[in-house]
């Protein structure tokens, strides 16, 4: 068994902020990935990171402008807490080193982003999550924090009190992928799960093969809410075949979208008269798809976004990356042609409920980063303040998680103060298809698992965890026949994209989660072909695939039970926002192998003012 | 040390000092030249090879595979296994890979993530030259498709290999911003010096560079390329002190360090992300030899 005070799951741009807090504040700390941490999805972010850094604006423009593009969903403490601290983590990440684009007079360069009131994404070239990572891997490294890469965290090690809120996390059990095998890990202060997006729950995504949710789906199976998990950001600008992302920097400097009329649409057709492409993502998301359902897309498929005008000599300082990936991946050279691009998955706005100082209902255990939902985007992200939010969030899970003081969150969490029950109908039962009871079982269910009967100690409930997963690998493995996950993996992917998207309507939603059940009953017979010990991936995605069962399931039926349309989330059925009934946050718990459904209220109370909602233009 | 700059060394630094007279963005618009040159002769092959396709009812790519797995019985001796992937048009080697994997064979072992070539997870052996699977073009390879994993480097299983030497030595040249001085708000940094260090900060560990290193391979404690141009990043950084620059000289000059490279070039023609990194690795020689002049 390992010994740490503070585990880090997890190593993007999150993970190893908090790793860095947590040491910082006295913590000895290590962290634990499936990855090593250069080849985290952080990297693979391009366009910037938002701040108010110069005279002209300030954090409180910048919190406005985010709980606008939140459709009033986001909860203003955090957003708040964002805005503020984003600044002094940028500043940081300078003093670090990052290579930031410049300005003639040295400072660091800043573009405009959709739904952005002053230009205040600070970037690198098209690369700035290249450079956030690598950065902050560095300094990781100077500092000898110790990281066991290519370990998979497949279970949290949580103690089983009836009630969530009363749960404490002791630590993580882990699977080394090189040699096969399991080991406990035993955190004396905290856990924090940093673990990205679940891109893979969709076919066309631009997140990594790697995102899967698990951070997710294992706190969710433990007992901690998921959150307005139905708020999936799909991104205007992927390329077709691949689902690669063209940044959305390409429109903050001039980038032209066209139909198959050559129309610039945006305005020609009215979708955002004022801010054109430089409307929120959503706004552009459903322009392009309206477009295409019109008739007006080419090749019935996608539309053309054009930098050409901008001239070869911006492009490459600002955009150089771009001419790369369209080249490289869809065989374009955007110097000379437009680039065809279509909306694609891209962000989770949803995920693990942590108040402010990224903690979770459960006594030490955290969340920081696209797995959390500290709720800071509402119902849409805007761009540039993905990054921000990895840093702001991580850095304040480590410093609390390793004991610091960051007073008491305004945020509740979990089922305490003020909620509601809630009900949707489901045409097929949700949750596990067989509810576990005493029993181990293979597919990774049961969250906190049997019961004690009593109370453990910490090392007794991490030994415990431990034993459950040898079990449920060593049953995997010896299973002969049976399903693959990668078939059932695909079906629920194809599923979600089809029926889950951009638009959706109540038969899809209902008909996603047909699939998503049938996929569970096949997973019930599902085997490992590989019986390897060594690097075993086989294994590794069996596993990842009950994950993103789980979340398919979330984010299916939160997007079942808003009827109404708000930021990312749009109903064939119910095409307006209300606010009389929605101004809540939709929330899953995982009760006895099947979600329960329930809302809390969002906290439009800032410092010194409440954000009264307003009809969202651009 | 320094004594043995071997002549070889002193001829490509004033061929270099001519290329680095030339603006940084004459130097990468070559670069984007070739880029289009390429492109437009992949183009042609294309339409070309569609066109053959097209009279052809075989639209299958042949790969062969190297398979070996220490634990299993029956695959620890290394051999090659064939697939045949049914093609689509834009189709990567790393598409192939995985489809050979959903498909035929789910023990098929291989490390990737991002598929967008910034990861660094996938560089693979392909053909005969260190690659990122996930961005090379099927339609770029002459058939059968050879993939092995990285030569020089510890095979783990099947196309995985060992990075930790690799990992070793990108630390071994304390790759982190180093600087004492620090103001209140942020450091300025001229245009110019960030793009002199841009092309060095776009390394993503893929390892393809020491794995075709002559030079690494015979030498375990060369620093390798990737390390170098680590290195590179941070000595050419402005923000960093003359101090810091001294330093790491110091290291650079060790035995092992930027005198082993013998400008063989392959570095710079398997790196992924385009990163000329002879130029850098022959630009700390010449800083070193200035050094090593102070005393004139």
Redo the contacts between chains.
């Keep these: 068994m390992h010994e740490h005070d503070v585990i880090v799951v997890g190593a993007g741009g999150a993970g190893l902020r908090a790793a860095i807090a947590a040491q910082e504040e006295g913590a000895d700390v290590a962290i634990v990935s499936k990855?090593?941490p250069?080849?985290?999805?952080t990297?693979?972010a391009e366009g910037g990171i938002n701040a108010a850094?110069r005279e002209g604006d300030s954090w409180e423009q910048h919190a406005y402008d985010t709980m606008k593009g939140s459709d009033y969903l986001g909860d203003a403490p955090a957003i708040e807490t964002l805005c503020q601290d984003s600044p002094e983590e940028v500043?940081q990440l300078?003093?670090?080193?990052l290579?930031?684009?410049?300005?003639?007079?040295?400072?660091?360069s800043q573009r405009p982003f959709g739904g952005m009131s002053f230009p205040r994404t600070t970037y690198?070239?098209a690369?700035t999550g290249?450079?956030l990572l690598?950065?902050m891997y560095?300094?990781l490294?100077?500092r000898g924090i110790q990281v066991y890469d290519e370990w998979y965290v497949t279970r949290l090690a949580v103690s089983d009190e009836e009630d969530p809120t009363e749960r404490d996390c002791h630590g993580v059990v882990a699977y080394d992928i090189?040699s096969?095998g399991l080991d406990a890990f035993h955190a004396r202060d905290g856990v924090i799960l940093a673990t990205g997006g679940p891109g893979q729950v969709f076919d066309h995504t631009t997140n990594?093969?790697?995102n899967t949710g698990d951070g997710p789906a294992m706190a969710y199976r433990a007992g901690v809410p998921l959150e307005d998990m139905e708020f999936i950001q799909f991104h205007p600008t992927t390329l077709p075949?691949?689902g690669?992302?063209i940044t959305e920097g390409v429109r903050g400097e001039g980038g032209i979208l066209y139909n198959k009329d050559g129309e610039r649409f945006m305005f020609e057709h009215g979708y955002a008269n004022n801010d054109g492409e430089l409307a929120s993502r959503d706004v552009v998301s459903r322009a392009e798809l309206t477009e295409v359902n019109e008739g007006r897309g080419i090749e019935d498929e996608y539309v053309h976004l054009d930098m050409r005008h901008l001239g070869?000599?911006r492009i490459?300082d600002r955009l150089?990356n771009i001419?790369?990936?369209a080249?490289?991946?869809?065989?374009v050279?955007p110097?000379e042609q437009p680039m065809p691009v279509k909306p694609g998955q891209h962000y989770a706005m949803g995920g693990i409920e942590t108040d402010e100082n990224g903690e979770t209902c459960i006594s030490g255990l955290y969340a920081a980063g696209e797995c959390a939902c500290a709720s800071v985007h509402g119902s849409n992200r805007l761009g540039g303040n993905a990054l921000p939010e990895l840093t702001v969030f991580g850095k304040r899970a480590g410093r609390h998680a390793a004991g610091g003081d960051l007073g008491t969150a305004k945020i509740e969490t979990g089922k305490r103060g003020d909620w509601e029950v809630g009900e949707v109908d489901t045409p097929v039962e949700p949750g596990d298809v067989s509810a576990p009871g005493e029993d181990v079982v293979a597919d990774g269910s049961g969250g906190t698992a049997a019961s004690s009967g009593g109370s453990l100690s910490p090392d007794e409930y991490v030994q415990r965890a431990l034993d459950v997963e040898r079990e449920r690998v060593q049953s995997l493995l010896e299973k002969e026949e049976g399903r693959?996950?990668?078939?059932i993996r695909?079906d629920v992917q194809k599923s979600m994209t089809r029926n889950v998207n951009v638009f959706r309507e109540e038969s899809g939603l209902k008909q996603a989660l047909r699939d998503i059940r049938d996929a569970r009953e096949k997973y019930e017979d599902v085997y490992?072909?590989?019986?390897?010990?060594?690097?075993?991936?086989?294994l590794i995605q069996t596993i990842e695939t009950r994950n993103v069962l789980d979340l398919a399931e979330a984010i299916t039926l939160g997007a079942l039970a808003r009827d109404e349309f708000r930021g990312a989330h749009w109903r064939r059925e119910n095409q307006e926002r209300r606010d009389e009934v929605w101004l809540k946050h939709t929330m899953l718990s995982w009760e006895d192998g099947r979600p329960d459904l329930w809302y809390r209220p969002v906290v439009l109370e800032g410092e010194n003012k409440t954000y009264e909602p307003k009809v969202r233009s651009y | 040390m320094s004594t043995q700059v071997p002549e070889q060394t002193e001829e490509e630094s004033s061929a270099d000092t001519e290329s680095q007279s030339q603006s940084q963005s004459a130097a990468q618009q070559a670069r984007m030249q070739k880029k289009r040159d390429r492109a437009a002769e992949r183009d042609r092959q294309k339409e070309a090879e569609e066109a053959e396709k097209a009279s052809s009812e075989d639209d299958t790519y042949l790969l062969k595979v190297f398979r070996y797995d220490p634990e299993v019985e029956g695959k620890q001796k290394p051999r090659f296994d064939e697939f045949h992937v049914p093609y689509h048009q834009g189709m990567t080697v790393l598409d192939a890979l995985m489809y050979a994997r959903d498909e035929y064979d789910s023990s098929l072992t291989f490390r990737h993530s991002c598929r967008q070539a910034v990861c660094g997870s996938d560089a693979l052996f392909v053909n005969g030259r260190q690659r990122l699977g996930c961005k090379t073009q099927l339609s770029d390879l002459e058939e059968p498709v050879r993939i092995e994993p990285l030569p020089h480097q510890e095979v783990v299983k099947d196309l995985v290999v060992d990075m930790e030497h690799f990992y070793d030595q990108m630390h071994a040249v304390e790759p982190y911003f180093q600087t004492n001085d620090l103001p209140e708000g942020e450091q300025l940094q001229s245009r110019e010096n960030r793009e002199k260090i841009k092309m060095s900060t776009r390394c993503i560990w893929c390892g393809a560079c020491a794995s075709s290193c002559n030079i690494a391979a015979g030498d375990n404690k060369y620093l390798g390329p990737a390390a170098i141009n680590k290195a590179y990043r941070f000595t050419m950084d402005e923000r960093e002190g003359e101090d810091m620059k001294e330093h790491r000289m110091e290291i650079l000059e060790q035995e092992h360090g930027v005198w082993r490279c013998q400008t063989q070039f392959s570095c710079t023609e398997v790196c992924p992300k385009d990163i000329p990194l002879t130029e850098h690795i022959q630009e700390l020689k010449r800083e070193a030899v200035k050094n090593n002049l102070k005393f004139w």
């Excluded at chain 1, 300078?94 to 080193?97: A, I, P, V």
């Excluded at chain 1, 290579?99 to 660091?108: I, L, N």
């Excluded at chain 1, 490992?528 to 086989?538: E, L, M, Y």
């Design positions: 990855l090593h250069v080849r985290s999805h990297g693979a850094l500043i300078e003093h670090w080193g290579a930031f684009s410049r300005d003639e007079d040295g400072r660091m690198a070239g690369e290249h450079q690598h950065t560095e300094q490294v100077k090189k096969g990594a093969v790697a075949s691949t690669v992302l070869e000599e490459i150089e001419v790369h990936l080249e490289d991946f869809e065989g050279d110097l693959q996950h990668a078939e695909a490992v072909a590989d019986k390897s010990s060594t690097f075993n991936t086989d």
